[in-house]
């Protein structure tokens, strides 16, 4: 008899165990609610869009950053070439200049674009992004809105071509190379390829605002910052 009540007891203590260790289990840990966590990743985008992306919007802000400069793609290096083989050379450097002078516009008229895009996001899984690598936040933005983003900013990027004139500078400059005899006929979709490496310029720099969030303390410049990154030091 006494046997069956010893094991019954351990059978609900050890229930009792289990249920209390779920409780726990549950609880947030640091007492930084998953919704806090959140709420704090979106915090470092914002900082990321205001105080790197914003960068982007000045004179050379593209063009004289190494870390999103456009360059031309594979098949205008060739034009590149061609122009500078026939003394051209200046066309060619108004060229590179007036693509990254289009995406510094188009970002600047984009801007609230990207703050909405920050704003809309959840964090399916925000307590692992947090714990994640250096840009762990700006990639699951980056894969959650790369597509609608890129619908949106295309336009942009389109107007701004014809702003700041590289629609015309390219234009003549393709035209002159595809005059220079026993060379192929280009015809690129320059729209295209400047919106998709701006959305790159955009994610890097976002990202460089969230490393420096993570990697220095004296970065996190609100309460929510320093109790939501506390976590991951």
Not at 37 to 49: H, K, N, V
Not at 101 to 123: G, L, Q, S, W
Not at 163 to 187: H, M, Q, S
């Amino acid at each position: 008899m006494k046997k069956s009540l010893f094991i019954l007891f351990a059978i609900f203590t050890m229930n009792s165990c289990a249920e209390l260790q779920s409780v726990v289990d549950s609880l947030p840990q640091g007492g930084v609610l998953n919704t806090d966590i959140a709420m704090g990743l979106r915090q470092a985008l914002d900082l990321g869009i205001e105080k790197q992306v914003t960068k982007l919007t000045k004179t050379d802000g593209f063009y004289k950053n190494d870390l999103v400069k456009i360059l031309l793609p594979a098949e205008l290096q060739k034009v590149d070439k061609g122009l500078r083989d026939i003394g051209l050379s200046s066309l060619a450097d108004e060229g590179l200049k007036v693509l990254n002078r289009a995406a510094e516009d188009a970002v600047k008229e984009a801007t609230p674009i990207f703050v909405n895009a920050v704003k809309e996001i959840t964090f399916a899984d925000a307590r692992n992004i947090l714990m994640g690598t250096d840009d762990a936040a700006t990639q699951y933005l980056t894969s959650k809105t790369q597509t609608s983003l890129y619908d949106k900013f295309h336009p942009v990027i389109n107007n701004s071509f014809t702003k700041v004139g590289a629609d015309k500078v390219w234009e003549n400059l393709i035209n002159r190379y595809n005059a220079i005899p026993f060379t192929n006929d280009v015809n690129p979709n320059l729209t295209d390829y400047v919106t998709q490496e701006a959305l790159k310029g955009v994610y890097t720099m976002i990202s460089v605002e969230e490393k420096e969030i993570r990697n220095k303390v004296g970065a996190r410049t609100t309460d929510l910052l320093r109790r939501v990154f506390a976590l991951q030091d």
